[in-house]
């Protein structure tokens, strides 16, 4: 069973930093689609952040410019810069991951297969 762990959740000014670390269990290298997830608190769907497809990285228009996905193999932790902050990034982020290829679209968090338990970020002036 694959465990993915997130942390580096907090409270954040708008125009503020946080980074995201999710640590797996399996290695990095296991996983084709290896993402970010957010979900607001008015319990709007689960949207996709960013992830990796293979050795891509795509972004979603929401993380554009502001956030930055990137990870490190060597210690199997996916990271997620969040930059300039907002107050509607607020929300529950999840780190995802699934190992078979798959054509659909990796924002579609139906094609994820292992979740984390999520960690909170709360930006508010």
């Known amino acids: 069973q694959v465990q993915l762990v997130e942390s580096g959740g907090g409270s954040e000014q708008p125009g503020g930093s946080l980074r995201l670390s999710c640590v797996s269990s399996l290695s990095t290298d296991s996983f084709y689609l290896f993402g970010w997830f957010r979900q607001a608190p008015s319990g709007k769907e689960r949207e996709a952040v960013a992830t990796f497809r293979g050795d891509e990285t795509v972004v979603a228009d929401v993380a554009k410019g502001r956030f930055t996905i990137s990870r490190d193999n060597s210690k199997n932790t996916l990271y997620l810069q969040m930059d300039s902050l907002k107050l509607e990034d607020t929300g529950m982020y999840y780190c995802?991951?699934?190992?078979?290829?798959?054509?659909?679209?990796?924002?579609?968090?139906?094609?994820?297969?292992?979740w984390g338990q999520g960690t909170q970020v709360t930006v508010s002036s």
């Open positions: 995802a991951a699934r190992m078979s290829a798959t054509r659909a679209s990796p924002f579609a968090p139906s094609w994820y297969n292992y």
